[in-house]
């Protein structure tokens, strides 16, 4: 027996595929310079909040706590960031100027492939499908 495919569970998964997309792109586009994806969210969050702890890194990245500690372990050893006694127990997490190079290169590469994904869409296009997305999260970022 063949199962249909509702509107709303199309909706949800044409917006993991485009996702997915940007995801194994940034992976492919971002080796030449020594990074993957996830790093560079990674590297991105940090210079977004520099000095937070690596339990809000997880979640700016979307990531287990322990995913993270593990990433950046592998961050720290390639000398991308450094790490740094905080308040109490907490760990600081700050870019290296190798970081900042790595996270610098990698937003113009971001940058091109996001431009080229929404290529097709109007920019009124762009800002209503941001509008929406925001919706869904409950989250508004204007």
Same mark, same amino acid.
């Given at each position: 027996?063949?199962?249909? /495919?509702?509107?709303?569970?199309?909706?949800?998964?044409?917006?993991?595929? =485009?996702?997915?997309?940007?995801?194994?792109?940034?992976?492919?586009?971002? =080796?030449?310079?020594?990074?993957?994806?996830?790093?560079?969210?990674?590297?991105? =969050?940090?210079?977004?909040?520099?000095?937070?702890?690596?339990?809000?890194?997880?979640?700016?990245?979307?990531?287990? %706590?322990?995913?993270?500690?593990?990433? =950046?372990?592998?961050?720290?050893?390639?000398? &991308?960031?450094?790490?740094?006694?905080?308040?109490?127990?907490?760990?600081?997490?700050?870019?290296?100027?190798?970081?900042?190079? /790595?996270?610098? %290169?990698?937003?113009?590469?971001?940058?091109? /492939?996001?431009? %080229?994904?929404?290529?097709?869409?109007?920019?009124?296009?762009?800002?209503? &499908?941001?509008?929406?997305?925001?919706?869904?999260?409950?989250?508004?970022?204007?």
């Amino acid at each position: 027996m063949r199962v249909m /495919i509702s509107k709303l569970q199309l909706l949800g998964r044409t917006i993991k595929q =485009a996702q997915y997309k940007h995801h194994r792109t940034m992976d492919s586009r971002l =080796a030449p310079i020594g990074s993957t994806m996830t790093q560079w969210d990674a590297l991105r =969050a940090i210079s977004r909040q520099p000095g937070a702890s690596a339990h809000k890194l997880a979640q700016a990245t979307f990531q287990t %706590d322990q995913a993270f500690g593990t990433l =950046a372990n592998r961050l720290e050893a390639q000398g &991308l960031i450094e790490r740094r006694p905080g308040y109490g127990r907490r760990i600081e997490h700050h870019l290296t100027p190798e970081g900042q190079r /790595i996270l610098e %290169d990698g937003t113009v590469i971001a940058e091109e /492939i996001l431009n %080229d994904s929404f290529k097709n869409l109007s920019e009124e296009e762009r800002e209503t &499908l941001l509008n929406l997305l925001n919706k869904i999260i409950g989250e508004d970022l204007t």
